[in-house]
């Protein structure tokens, strides 16, 4: 079966099953932090923590998720904005209203439902292998389902699924972050381009420091790298809170964490049910209830929503969970299960989704600008042929109706947004004129001359970041800069963890796995 149809077959029977299971673990660590466990250490009643509590969050929120929020944060609210899902499919949908819904599903995927599975798992392990001396591997976890059996055959194969796991699970995320880098660099330096050879050459760079900082210990690398990209995207966070309506988005951040609790429960269980049953052939095109104004033939949501944004997630964050589980047991010894449900629920939520909210709240703000100003897509001339017919196409008298508002052209009309070409361009513009301009220069209807507008909606998922630095005028190169840097260490910060983990594993739990090993 291939890969592609293994994931839909997967969303299509288990999706149920995904969304009822985080719905599930989320209740249970409530229960647990307000019974009387909350007051068990993990670990034996005399003893203290090992980091300051400064410290101990920094190194779990930059192993837990540092990479994603460069990634996703101005990338995700701007595809669920302006992108095909039932949101966008419905035109009766104030534009306000959908930015805050767009912004919302966002955080509800870096949300409690993300991190509960990081909480449970941490919490197991520090326990059992703390508090009752069991080796800190994923296979203790099972000990008081199957006892002294986890030193056995069964107890290897479940740490053997967890090295793969983690591997697995922590590919993706490296993956993106090697493309982001690549993408970064070469916003600053054209000639370095986007290709697998560039980005396989990144991960092997950044994997040989990554190695040393591994070796160096969870105390001097991976502590001291964490502590400084944690600053870092302090930084970068309070410059762009600071230098765009900084009243806006502290609104947006309290209303969205509002609009957050309003919703958790029927996003928290909604299993796109309708939407999956496409033998039904979905009921607003049945009864003749599409709602005029939209390009889509049903105002239902796509069949392929959840498959692609939340089982997908679910899927990612449960793949991290023994690697992110017991790096952060690893961490937490002498802390009271109470704190440790506040460090790895409570707090990385606040911070999160300030995080999400800053720079979501600053794409769709840029987002909206640029398409007040007409900027628009560049049109995809793959699907155009160039020839006599069309190459003395007179943009400036012509009728400028096209299928898509979001594009120039689309075979041999032109729409609305033609009057941004025709303004850069001038009044003789045709055609071939566009045509070449585009080949020169693709971003010419998608970014300001001064670059402090961009249609983020057309660029590709790993510019947008930096084009959001860009919109900031003198102070762009500075913060791409700075980005990118965070980027690269949050990245060191995430191969750190995941190493030190699987070498714990495959060392049978020693804590400190031999040097050569690392």
């Not at 079966?1 to 029977?13: A, N, R, V, Y």
């Not at 958790?264 to 796109?272: A, K, N, V």
């Not at 069309?390 to 033609?418: M, Q």
């Not at 800069?481 to 190493?499: E, K, P, Q």
């Amino acid at each position: 079966m291939p890969f592609g149809d293994l994931l839909s077959w997967i969303t299509e029977k288990w999706t149920w099953l995904y969304i009822s299971s985080q719905n599930l673990w989320f209740l249970f660590i409530v229960y647990l932090y307000f019974s009387k466990y909350g007051k068990i250490k993990l670990g034996k009643d005399t003893d203290e923590p090992e980091f300051s509590t400064a410290t101990w969050f920094t190194m779990l929120f930059a192993c837990g998720i540092g990479i994603g929020l460069f990634y996703f944060s101005v990338y995700e609210t701007i595809t669920h904005y302006t992108g095909n899902n039932r949101m966008t499919r419905d035109p009766s949908i104030p534009d306000n209203t959908l930015a805050q819904m767009a912004l919302n599903v966002t955080l509800f995927h870096w949300g409690v439902h993300g991190w509960v599975v990081y909480t449970l798992v941490g919490a197991l392990l520090g326990i059992i292998s703390f508090r009752e001396g069991l080796p800190l591997t994923i296979k203790s976890c099972f000990y008081p389902l199957i006892g002294e059996r986890i030193y056995g055959w069964i107890g290897d194969l479940v740490d053997i699924i967890s090295v793969i796991i983690s591997v697995w699970g922590i590919c993706p995320s490296l993956a993106l972050g090697a493309i982001q880098i690549n993408s970064g660099i070469r916003y600053l330096i054209p000639s370095f381009e986007s290709t697998i050879f560039n980005q396989v050459m990144l991960i092997w760079a950044i994997t040989i420091f990554a190695t040393a900082s591994t070796v160096s210990g969870t105390h001097l690398g991976i502590r001291r790298i964490s502590e400084f990209c944690f600053l870092l995207g302090m930084l970068i966070m309070l410059v762009v809170l600071f230098y765009r309506n900084t009243f806006y988005i502290l609104n947006l951040y309290v209303q969205s964490i509002g609009f957050y609790f309003q919703w958790i429960i029927q996003l928290g269980f909604h299993c796109d049910a309708f939407e999956q049953e496409i033998s039904s052939g979905g009921g607003a095109a049945d009864r003749n209830r599409i709602l005029k104004g939209g390009d889509y033939e049903t105002s239902d949501g796509p069949m392929d929503w959840m498959d692609n944004w939340t089982v997908f997630y679910w899927g990612w964050w449960i793949a991290w969970c023994p690697l992110v589980g017991m790096f952060v047991a690893k961490i937490s010894k002498g802390r009271t299960l109470r704190e440790f449900i506040n460090g790895t629920m409570s707090a990385p939520l606040l911070y999160t989704f300030l995080w999400m909210s800053i720079f979501g709240a600053t794409g769709i703000q840029i987002e909206r600008q640029a398409a007040s100003a007409g900027l628009c897509c560049k049109p995809d001339f793959n699907l155009v042929t160039l020839n006599n017919s069309i190459e003395t196409f007179d943009l400036s008298s012509t009728s400028l109706a096209g299928y898509n508002p979001n594009y120039v052209c689309n075979s041999t009309k032109c729409n609305d947004c033609a009057n941004t070409a025709i303004g850069k361009l001038g009044s003789k513009a045709t055609y071939k004129t566009l045509y070449y301009k585009f080949k020169e220069n693709p971003k010419f209807t998608e970014v300001s001359d001064d670059a402090k507008l961009t249609r983020l909606s057309c660029r590709k998922s790993e510019e947008m970041w930096f084009d959001t630095m860009h919109t900031m005028g003198d102070l762009g190169n500075a913060m791409h800069v700075i980005s990118l840097v965070g980027i690269v260490l949050y990245f060191v910060t995430s191969s750190d963890s995941a190493s030190l983990v699987v070498d714990t594993l495959s060392a049978n739990g020693d804590a400190h796995p031999p040097r050569a090993q690392r």
